[in-house]
């Protein structure tokens, strides 16, 4: 089953129920106004949601906003390896992980719609897009073990998690984490349930290629498999001291493989590591204002599940 | 004015408006249903509250949910240096503050009651409490200055920011600031407006004495106001790459003064730290299940604006 979300000039928008091909939508209203109501009592919805017929009205990729337009709680991992090591060499800072999942609390009052403009304070903070995969939980109770909290993970999202790379050093070296370095993220179309992936949903990681395009050029199609941790692990972490609220959504990290020469990166700053390392000085700039980014991801039989983030970076 | 939330089987609570003797309320149903609902329309709906007769009816501190039982963002900062420079020296850890703030983001998705047992995954996290002044904006647009931060300041509250104080290491190590080693905190019954406070709300701070009880032996009377940053620049800090959204609370960080071997500390942390600067050692333990936390700050005139928090922790 897909979900997804539609404007209609709510902050949570109105929740309805995407077709096999992805072109169209039922209305879902009889079961739920919103995602989030879905999410707290996700037991009784669901069956109901699984049940409706086939959607057949046309489906306009403008109208549709992220599948949770905002969240109670939004918690990021970085649990590609490749990634993070990479990042510690540009950074210059040694992360000590202590054998845990990373993991940050961010802003979740908005997610940005799938193609809605993204406003940025400046082009000199360093724009750059983080491609991820991410779950949305019903309630978790406070010390959930991993175990357990697979079968809390719901719906399967894609995530740009857009960063500000020139503050984000600062920041990590308070310890306090990110707050200026992460303002909010953006949201593919649809939610899907893990189900609906078969076997690409595997181990607690989505095993899809995540293909990046800016401004047109491919820029990576990293395959999200390598975690080092699983989302039902990073869902565990998140709850060892505390409740997570229903609609909880947490985050993968930039998805990132070892062959990221190859493939390339789902962020700017990674290419930007690797160009250190090879060159000794990065050479690929950030995003100005008017570039694009687009990402998604393509299941094994050439179809996007989460349909596609395509946006335009713009000054307030 | 002052405002508070009543419990009435919602998750947001019900809104009143407090009477002068702090004994007393009025229903505020004919205005708006929840203090949310005020954040987001404050200019159309203050002085709609501010009108409404003095309230009559008794209030019961049973019934007292925290004024936001949940909010869409909570930003804690860290913005007295006394506290700060013996944090460092505690942990260890050389903070860089480059001229900035400390902030990271918190669990807001639930707020303590002000009576309601705190519940805590283990006495072997090290269960401290910190307390601390905070502010509640309406929408702070993106760029805002700390001048022009200063009337979006709406709403001023006295909040408990629980902290696990051995997970709080090596969360800050990683640079991604904390997750585990920050649960979810308590507020003070009454939100206060800045008229409320007089001359003690001033230069962005609120210079009142927080006079704190762990299991009924006086810990510490720290006063507000030796704030490196007033909450002012701590907003336009939070706004500088993102919307604040209406409701967005923002914390002070543990209400310390230079003097504290004589006042005493709002939080244990503070004292151990004294203890491990005086002595080499610290001998003050953590809270264990069943410990008491009292915490009321006093006007000049003796009153106490916010009310008091006095919780138990206890096992889950």
């Given at each position: 089953?897909?979900?997804a979300?539609?404007?209609?000039?709510?902050?949570?928008?109105?929740?309805v129920?995407?077709?096999?091909?992805g072109?169209?939508?039922a209305d879902?209203?009889?079961v739920?106004?919103?995602?989030?109501?879905v999410m707290?009592r996700w037991d009784?919805?669901?069956p109901r949601?699984?049940?409706l017929p086939e959607?057949?009205?046309?489906?306009?990729?403008?109208?549709v906003l992220?599948?949770?337009p905002?969240a109670?709680?939004?918690?990021?991992?970085s649990?590609?390896r490749s990634h993070?090591?990479?990042?510690?060499q540009?950074l210059?800072?040694?992360?000590?992980?202590s054998g845990?999942?990373?993991?940050?609390?961010?802003v979740?009052?908005?997610f940005?719609a799938?193609?809605?403009?993204?406003?940025?304070?400046?082009?000199?903070?360093?724009i750059?897009?983080?491609?991820e995969f991410g779950?949305?939980?019903?309630h978790?109770?406070?010390?959930?073990s991993?175990?357990?909290?697979?079968?809390?993970?719901?719906?399967?999202?894609?995530?740009?998690?857009?960063?500000?790379?020139?503050?984000?050093?600062p920041?990590?070296q308070?310890g306090?984490?990110?707050?200026q370095?992460?303002?909010?993220?953006?949201?593919a179309?649809?939610?899907?349930?893990?189900?609906?992936?078969?076997?690409?949903?595997?181990?607690?990681?989505?095993?899809l290629?995540?293909?990046v395009?800016?401004?047109?050029?491919r820029?990576?199609?990293?395959?999200?498999e390598?975690?080092?941790f699983?989302f039902?692990?990073?869902?565990?972490h998140?709850a060892r001291?505390?409740?997570?609220?229903?609609g909880t959504?947490i985050g993968?990290?930039?998805?990132s493989n070892e062959?990221f020469?190859e493939?390339g990166?789902s962020?700017i700053?990674?290419?930007?590591?690797?160009?250190?390392?090879d060159?000794?000085?990065?050479?690929t700039?950030?995003?100005?204002?008017?570039?694009r980014v687009?990402?998604?991801?393509?299941?094994a039989d050439g179809?996007?599940p989460?349909g596609?983030?395509?946006q335009k970076?713009v000054?307030?």
């Amino acid at each position: 089953m897909r979900l997804a979300t539609l404007r209609n000039g709510s902050r949570d928008g109105r929740l309805v129920k995407i077709s096999g091909d992805g072109r169209h939508y039922a209305d879902a209203s009889a079961v739920a106004a919103t995602l989030q109501e879905v999410m707290e009592r996700w037991d009784e919805l669901a069956p109901r949601l699984e049940a409706l017929p086939e959607g057949t009205l046309p489906l306009d990729a403008a109208a549709v906003l992220a599948p949770l337009p905002r969240a109670w709680q939004w918690l990021d991992g970085s649990a590609y390896r490749s990634h993070g090591d990479l990042m510690d060499q540009l950074l210059g800072i040694k992360v000590e992980r202590s054998g845990l999942p990373l993991m940050y609390q961010g802003v979740s009052d908005r997610f940005y719609a799938p193609t809605e403009d993204v406003v940025m304070a400046g082009e000199e903070f360093g724009i750059d897009f983080e491609g991820e995969f991410g779950v949305i939980v019903d309630h978790v109770p406070m010390g959930t073990s991993a175990a357990e909290a697979l079968r809390h993970i719901k719906l399967l999202v894609q995530i740009n998690d857009w960063s500000l790379r020139t503050l984000a050093r600062p920041e990590m070296q308070t310890g306090f984490g990110w707050v200026q370095a992460k303002p909010p993220c953006s949201m593919a179309p649809f939610a899907v349930t893990p189900a609906e992936l078969g076997s690409q949903w595997r181990n607690g990681r989505v095993c899809l290629d995540l293909e990046v395009h800016w401004n047109g050029q491919r820029f990576g199609n990293a395959n999200g498999e390598p975690m080092e941790f699983g989302f039902h692990e990073l869902v565990a972490h998140a709850a060892r001291t505390r409740d997570l609220v229903a609609g909880t959504i947490i985050g993968s990290g930039t998805v990132s493989n070892e062959n990221f020469r190859e493939i390339g990166s789902s962020c700017i700053a990674e290419r930007r590591g690797i160009e250190v390392v090879d060159t000794g000085a990065a050479k690929t700039g950030f995003m100005k204002f008017g570039d694009r980014v687009r990402m998604q991801a393509h299941a094994a039989d050439g179809s996007a599940p989460f349909g596609a983030i395509d946006q335009k970076v713009v000054s307030r």
